[in-house]
């Protein structure tokens, strides 16, 4: 079970589409594991609604040349990986703790991913 800080803030943004949400999601990871979490290899769960937008998140993420990926460079230079749920439960604990990890997977989780879900939300608050 996850236990919330009290401190953490909430934030939803209403934001129409091709209003620039993708965006804002790629720059504020930066944001939060700076000002926030204070470390520099944060492990973020990124969901989306449909495997349709998974597919397009993950190709812009993994491109060099796209704007969202280089918001995650401007944060974290290369010391970041990008990655689907099947490949975040297989990777190694060197992939784990060796920079930023984004994993990014549809908002319907199974039941062993939920878990696992779990344990990376509670890093929000500093401690697994």
């Excluded at 989306?48 to 040349?65: C, F, H, M, N, R």
Aim: aromatic content about 6%; charged content about 15%; some cysteine.
């Amino acid at each position: 079970m996850v236990r919330w800080n009290c401190r953490t803030p909430f934030v939803c943004l209403r934001v129409p589409t091709g209003g620039g949400k993708t965006l804002m999601a790629a720059h504020s990871i930066g944001i939060a594991a700076r000002d926030y979490l204070q470390t520099t290899n944060p492990m973020v769960l990124w969901l989306v609604p449909s495997t349709a937008i998974l597919d397009q998140t993950i190709a812009a993420l993994k491109d060099e040349g796209h704007h969202y990926r280089a918001a995650l460079l401007q944060s974290f230079n290369r010391n970041f990986s990008v990655m689907t749920k099947a490949e975040a439960l297989a990777m190694s604990k060197a992939d784990a703790t060796g920079g930023a990890v984004v994993i990014v997977s549809t908002k319907h989780l199974n039941t062993k991913c939920a878990r696992s879900a779990r344990v990376i939300v509670g890093c929000s608050s500093g401690r697994i």
